[in-house]
């Protein structure tokens, strides 16, 4: 396990991050909560909210089994290549979402953070634990570059959100 042994602080940092920004994202929700909801608001959420959650949570997920005192390497590669596999199924249930909620047209920079950019993670993610078969080591920094992608484009949606709500539904 001497592998993963030079991880674990980037992992407790990434995923203390990933468990704080979910936190955050939980406060964020309570306080536009009372807002009236719209036709199509809740569509939406699912569309655009509930992915960014999944995002930080796959993230926190994946600093826990890569902390795991696992005996080896295989249990560890083996969870996060379902982990992997599990967000690119996700993210075709996201992007289907996306597509037929009908309150918001996306812009480029939308199609790029909530679909192209995640599935792009979690293919990496899922490229990656299968490369560490052969090539540990490097496959190990493709699974840091997935975790990392996906904590940026959770802040990035996050912070997206919450100024769609502050500036453009206050003004509504």
Known sequence: MTA?????????????????????????????????VGPGQSQAGAAFAT????????????????????????TATVLTGLLGLGGMVYESFVTRRIRTQ?????????????????????????????????????ALFGVAAAALLLLFVGIHNAWDAVTYHVFFKKSA
């Open 102 to 138: 009908s309150i918001y047209t996306l812009v480029f920079e939308d199609w790029l953070f909530h679909i192209l950019l995640p599935f792009a993670a979690y293919a990496v993610l899922t490229v990656s634990a299968y490369a560490a078969h052969t090539h540990l080591r490097m």
């Open 51 to 74: 992915p960014t959650i999944m995002h930080f949570g796959t993230v926190l997920l994946l600093s826990a089994i890569l902390n795991a005192p696992w005996p080896g390497t295989a």
């Open 4 to 36: 993963f042994a030079g991880w674990s602080n980037f992992y407790v940092i990434v995923g203390s991050s990933a468990g704080a920004l979910i936190g955050l994202q939980f406060v964020v929700m309570t306080l536009i909560a009372n807002r009236p």
